[in-house]
Every structure is written in structure tokens, then in C-alpha cells.
Nanobody, 125 residues
Framework: VQLQASGGGVVQAGNSLRVSCKLS????????WGWFRQAPGKERDFVAA????????YYSDSVKGRFTISADNGKNMVYLQMNNLKPEDTAIYYC???????????????????WGKGTLVTVSS
């Protein structure tokens, strides 16, 4: 599975941005599609995930209510709509894929099987 993220950029706090990820390869074997982010000097953190079979979404507490993850199976695309952005949302955003089931859906980096290269989102105050 290959992942290509796009859509990052510079936005002012309070504004919105959508990042996208195109999946290619053996996507039928995938179970979770998700997003992580990594701010400078910090660890890579879970942001959101979606299951494909029974679309269920999972969000970190820091983005719940502001971010929305969605997927278009036919186009092999996963999106992250980010509203009311804050300076602390500044990070490189990585799309991620897990092939198998997970006990909770709140993934950690070791749970991920494939990573995209990331797209930078900068939120100015």
C-alpha cells in the first residue's frame, strides 16, 4: 500500500483546511485509515481514524469537535477536514493505514502498517 498526502499549507488561527491522502496498491486488505501528526521536537501522535467496513470514526481529545475524518472508498481517498485551527495544531500530518483489526481504534504509531510522507500544516496566531 502506498500513501500520498497533500493539502497542507499556512492558515490563520480560526480558519479551516482539508488535507487529503490518496491510497494505492492492495487497499482491499486495509482496515483502518487514519491521520497522525508530529510537531517539531515532539512525538508522533494519533489524530483520527476511520474503519472502512462499518464506518466508525475515532478522534483524539485535542481535535474532537473540530476535525472530521472521512473516506471515499471508490476513490481510495481519506480526508481530514480541520476547522477552527489553533497554533498548537501546527505539525506535519501523516496519513496511515493499518491492515488488521484493533481492539479500540485509537491507534499508536506501532499499530500502523503503512505511512505516507506527510504534509505540513502551519497555523499562525
Amino acid at each position: 500500500v502506498q500513501l500520498q498526502a497533500s493539502g497542507g499549507g499556512v492558515v490563520q488561527a480560526g480558519n479551516s483546511l482539508r488535507v487529503s491522502c490518496k491510497l494505492s496498491g492492495e487497499t482491499r486488505r486495509t482496515w483502518y485509515w487514519g491521520w497522525f501528526r508530529q510537531a517539531p521536537g515532539k512525538e508522533r501522535d494519533f489524530v483520527a481514524a476511520i474503519t472502512l467496513n462499518d464506518p466508525t470514526t475515532y478522534y483524539s481529545d485535542s481535535v474532537k469537535g473540530r476535525f472530521t475524518i472521512s473516506a471515499d472508498n471508490g476513490k481510495n481517498m481519506v480526508y481530514l477536514q480541520m476547522n477552527n485551527l489553533k497554533p498548537e495544531d501546527t505539525a506535519i500530518y501523516y496519513c496511515a493505514v493499518r491492515l488488521g483489526a484493533h481492539y479500540s481504534g485509537y491507534l499508536t504509531p506501532p499499530d500502523v502498517d503503512y505511512w505516507g510522507k506527510g504534509t505540513l500544516v502551519t497555523v499562525s496566531s
